[in-house]
């Protein structure tokens, strides 16, 4: 019998104490529905309730309205894979190796070496959609899923989501280009919005008796970037279209996602399941400052500046969360794990070995805390961004930024940026030579995390 056998049949063996204590909790209600929606490649910047008045979001912005919206929550990494393996193990991508985006870049003519990482998420790795599963869940992935070692058949299949705990699934690409496919042309759905969509909405009306989880991961706001000429043209036409942070193709796309969202939105409240059903906005890491800027925040993906990681993050959940709320508390895409579980009432299980925290505490009262520092580490070139091998820490309002190469080639005194966000959201003034002694303190820390997680480390190239 295996590890994930093994696992499975004691959770087998938890699931009638967890459902019993579950139903206690909810007063002989079943489970709450949890639907998570993943934007892919978006920064606050992107959104009305996170201050634009250039990207149309009505949709979103209603769910805000009626729950809370995190304003410091992080993504695990500044690119897709790590941060959709955090979401699902509750784990650092360093404690999994899994710290780029898969494939990855293969060239190995950079000052340093990259480590031989994971590219494809094991399957002896435990999620949240087995656990939910394994305790009266139906489960389900629409979209784009990434954490296989191919993007495509057949070398993708042994490794999609239904291998990992979700009874349905569809996997979306995003476009390749080729406008010959029809699917993928401008003027249809490029990115599979709409498929998507219809999906969810199919699988939530098969399944209102019984709880349910959803996963409704876009390829949108990913780049190549297509729309219908139509609303770009609404956009182009704005005068704010010429400021930095505002792209007309983008918001064409985003008004296309909002729309789906609010499909969703609307459905449930048709099927009578708006009072027992959490809906989750998120996104896996910031967007692509090169089409355009983060603001406030610095870069973009790729990059461990804010814009590469901070993300928006609302939840709605009725008579837990209080409408119209925010919190400014720490969060991060690993504790999603523990969150659904909670979420569901389901207990802690001795075998799990999560790195994440549930914030369900931040949902009952915005002004808890449950994290003081926070991790990344990404001993990587990427060539979309320039992004080089790094490490960051956040702890309170301090960011520290380490980068490898200097660190690691004998340029110690200038290896470190230091930065406080409190004042300095922008990360624009280096205080690590005017505060040796903080700089010092949060490099320790982020070395001795490094060690305790198994981090993979770059080494000097011969």
């Avoid at 606050?44 to 729950?67: K, M, R, V, W």
């Avoid at 520092?373 to 930024?401: C, D």
């Amino acid at each position: 019998m295996n590890h994930k056998t093994i696992i499975s049949v004691f959770a087998m063996g938890l699931t009638s104490v967890f459902i019993g204590c579950n139903k206690e909790m909810h007063h002989n209600q079943k489970p709450p529905n949890i639907v998570l929606i993943l934007a892919d490649d978006m920064g606050c910047a992107q959104l009305g309730c996170y201050g634009s008045n250039f990207y149309q979001t009505p949709h979103i912005d209603h769910l805000a309205s009626e729950g809370i919206l995190f304003t410091n929550a992080y993504a695990a990494a500044a690119v897709c894979s790590p941060t959709r393996a955090s979401i699902l193990t509750g784990k650092y991508p360093a404690r999994l190796h899994l710290t780029d985006f898969i494939a990855g870049n293969n060239r190995d003519d950079y000052p340093l070496s990259q480590p031989e990482w994971q590219k494809f998420l094991p399957l002896e790795e435990i999620t949240f959609a087995e656990v939910l599963k394994e305790n009266g869940y139906k489960t389900a992935h629409f979209g784009k899923w990434h954490l296989s070692p191919e993007k495509t058949p057949p070398e993708s299949l042994p490794f999609n989501p239904d291998r990992q705990g979700f009874d349905e699934h569809f996997v979306t690409y995003k476009p390749s280009g080729d406008l010959a496919q029809t699917w993928q042309d401008a003027e249809m759905d490029a990115h599979n919005v709409d498929t998507i969509t219809s999906l969810s909405i199919n699988f939530m009306e098969r399944n209102r008796k019984n709880p349910f989880f959803l996963f409704v991961s876009h390829n949108t706001i990913h780049d190549p970037l297509k729309e219908r000429a139509e609303k770009i043209r609404k956009y182009e036409n704005m005068s704010a279209s010429s400021e930095p942070e505002n792209h007309p193709i983008i918001a064409a796309m985003v008004e296309r996602l909002d729309k789906s969202c609010g499909k969703i939105f609307e459905k449930i409240k048709e099927l009578g399941l708006e009072n027992n059903t959490i809906v989750i906005y998120y996104a896996d890491n910031g967007g692509k400052h090169a089409y355009a800027a983060q603001t406030p925040f610095r870069a973009g993906k790729g990059w461990l500046y804010e814009g590469g990681i901070r993300e928006p993050l609302i939840v709605k959940w009725k008579d837990v969360v209080k409408p119209g709320t925010s919190s400014e508390s720490l969060v991060i895409s690993y504790d999603f794990f523990p969150t659904f579980r909670e979420m569901a009432g389901i207990g802690e299980p001795a075998f799990e070995n999560t790195d994440g925290k549930s914030f369900v505490p931040i949902l009952k009262n915005p002004q808890t805390e449950i994290h003081q520092t926070l991790f990344w580490h990404y001993p990587h070139y990427h060539q979309g961004s320039g992004m080089v091998p790094a490490g960051a820490i956040r702890s309170g309002n301090w960011k520290l930024i380490e980068w490898y190469e200097k660190s690691l080639l004998g340029e110690q005194e200038s290896a470190y940026e230091l930065y406080d966000l409190e004042t300095d959201i922008g990360e624009t003034k280096n205080l690590a030579d005017s505060l040796k002694a903080k700089t010092t303190e949060l490099a320790g820390d982020l070395q001795k995390w490094r060690e305790d997680v198994g981090a993979q480390m770059p080494v000097p190239n011969d």
